[in-house]
């Protein structure tokens, strides 16, 4: 990939329509999943982005087959698979790596694979993942850096999660439909991407089910064929050109925006005072005057998405009066702050009193630090100015753009492959819309 960067000129509003691709966050999962069948399968409307290209790379490393057909699928043959080792090179590029252990156990009883690297927002512990492995009969090393499983074969069991963890209970259904008998899940994630996980897996020949608000059981069987499957729209994507229409006083419609996974976005949109419409088409978004400030708290779902949080701090900073961020579900994630401080933000960082911060946060109290701020007090409304800056993560160098399409002046933004890991041909969909932003190299 080359190493190129956006200059932006800001105070253009958007108007027109989107398209959003296929969910990063199901995407190549749904790719690592298919290695489970004996036949070929089918995958639509997967996002071109670079996380989905190095899973197919990886994929092919392996043995089997990941090959693009068309715009926006891939077909995944998996009858050559034949390698149960990761290499370590791909460990710092994503958080992939570790999905692919139980794939690997259940094909061949090994696996190795690289320590991920990915967004640096805090620790995202993986003993979440591995306890559950460890319950069905998996065991584990680390050497340099790559995490060794192994087991004789993977046994279903009941398993609760600690706390709420996406990745983990991927993980572990995964791990559950080749093994031994049942496998119940206790307070499992209830995200929209599990839930396309779960109908991919049972096209191909699965047993699982949702019993009941975070409990999932799955019977295990003998094998897997294969599946024809349409990738769910991505929220993240939506939110994202959603916040930058309404922040730059704007009129877009995304299309295929499901708003069912938006929820509770759309209730925020509602106490700020943002117009939005919901038709078979998607959903239109549009500026409809002056904004009042609110507050939030991240939640797992079905509350606010963490992921949505940098984007939407973008959108408080045009709000008239005091808004507050309480991020409870991500150690630290709030590393754009500073960037749009420097772009003529007002933001406090604080801490909130919590009586019990363990049972309250999704992350591991015992991991936070002094230095992790938890919450924020956003002062608006703002007149962004341009500068230069270089993006550290996905969602905070979105954030970055969308401040810099509604800035006064030029903005430069250095790395911009971190945000084209999760959005496919970004720039290009925003000069549609009316953007002035230029990729030079």
Not at 63 to 80: C, P, S
Not at 150 to 166: A, Q, V
Not at 211 to 233: D, Q, T, Y
Request: with cysteine; net charge neutral.
């Amino acid at each position: 990939m080359s190493k190129a960067s956006f200059v932006v000129t800001g105070g253009t509003p958007l108007y027109g329509s989107v398209r959003v691709g296929g969910a990063k966050n199901a995407s190549y999962k749904l790719m690592i999943a298919a290695l489970l069948g004996s036949k070929e399968s089918r995958l639509l409307n997967l996002p071109d982005i670079s996380d989905v290209d190095l899973v197919a790379q990886i994929i092919n490393e392996l043995g089997a087959k990941a090959y693009r057909v068309g715009e926006r699928t891939f077909f995944i043959d998996t009858r050559n698979l034949r390698f149960h080792a990761v290499q370590a090179k791909h460990g710092e590029q994503s958080r992939a790596s570790t999905l692919f252990i139980p794939v690997l156990l259940a094909k061949f009883g090994h696996a190795e694979v690289p320590l991920p690297g990915g967004d640096k927002i805090g620790k995202r512990p993986l003993e979440r993942h591995m306890m559950g492995l460890e319950m069905m009969g998996a065991k584990f090393d680390q050497e340099n850096g790559i995490l060794k499983a192994s087991c004789k074969e993977l046994r279903g069991c009941t398993y609760r999660f600690e706390k709420n963890t996406h990745t983990g209970t991927e993980t572990l259904i995964m791990a559950a439909v080749l093994a031994k008998g049942k496998t119940i899940l206790e307070n499992a994630a209830e995200e929209p991407e599990i839930d396309d996980l779960i109908s991919f897996l049972n096209q191909m020949g699965a047993k699982i089910r949702r019993r009941s608000f975070r409990k999932i059981e799955i019977e295990g069987v003998e094998s897997l064929g294969g599946a024809i499957h349409k990738i769910m729209p991505d929220r993240n994507e939506a939110v994202s050109y959603a916040c930058a229409a309404i922040a730059t006083k704007g009129d877009i419609v995304v299309e295929n925006a499901r708003h069912k996974d938006l929820k509770a976005f759309l209730d925020k949109l509602d106490e700020i005072g943002a117009g939005y419409e919901i038709g078979d088409y998607g959903i239109r978004f549009y500026y409809k005057g002056q904004l009042t400030a609110t507050d939030l708290e991240t939640e797992i779902h079905p509350g606010f998405m963490t992921d949505w949080q940098p984007l939407f701090a973008t959108l408080l900073c045009q709000c008239h009066g005091e808004s507050i961020i309480h991020e409870t579900v991500m150690q630290n994630r709030f590393q754009y702050v500073e960037d749009l401080r420097a772009m003529g933000a007002k933001i406090e960082y604080f801490n909130p009193t919590i009586k019990n911060p363990d049972a309250f946060y999704n992350f591991n109290w015992r991991d936070h630090s002094e230095a992790d701020h938890h919450a924020i007090r956003i002062f608006g409304p703002t007149d962004f100015v341009g500068g230069e800056f270089t993006i550290h993560d996905l969602r905070a160098g979105a954030t970055i753009l969308l401040a810099a399409i509604g800035a006064k002046g030029k903005t430069i933004l250095h790395n911009i492959e971190q945000v084209e890991r999760g959005y496919q041909k970004i720039d290009e969909k925003l000069i549609l819309m009316g953007a002035k932003i230029e990729r030079v190299n």
